[in-house]
């Protein structure tokens, strides 16, 4: 399974972006997908989750309410909607496909290569 993220620039703090993740496989529906982010100097950290179906979410605190992930698997594409962003989500941002949807990255097979996002104050 390859993933190739997209849609990660530069944007002024309060802003918005919508990342795109999508993946080059026919079973991509079975799949439950992670968005994951890595700032300099620190641990990748987890952002947020969508299962194969796209019924259950989960997010990390600091993005509750702020971000929305989402798939389309007529499209094989998971998206990641952020808005009201602060410098602190400045970050490259990773998408991820695995067979349980979890917080932790060790439960996600395949990755892609990142995308930057850069949220100027």
């Known amino acids: 399974v390859q993933l190739v993220e997209s849609g990660g620039g530069l944007v002024q703090a309060g802003g918005s972006l919508e990342l795109s993740c999508s993946a080059s496989?026919?079973?991509?529906?079975?799949?439950?997908m992670g968005w994951f982010r890595q700032a300099p100097g620190k641990e990748r950290e987890f952002v947020a989750a969508?299962?194969?179906?796209?019924?259950?979410?989960l997010y990390a605190d600091s993005v509750k309410g702020r971000f929305t992930v989402s798939r389309d698997n007529r499209k094989d594409t998971v998206y990641l909607e952020m808005s009201s962003l602060k410098t602190e989500d400045r970050a490259v941002y990773y998408c991820?496909?695995?067979?349980?949807?979890?917080?932790?990255?060790?439960?996600?097979?395949?990755w892609g290569q990142g995308t930057k996002v850069n949220v100027s104050a």
């Open positions: 991820a496909a695995g067979t349980s949807i979890s917080k932790g990255p060790r439960e996600y097979d395949y």
């Open positions: 496989t026919q079973t991509f529906s079975s799949y439950d």
């Open positions: 969508i299962n194969w179906s796209g019924g259950i979410t």
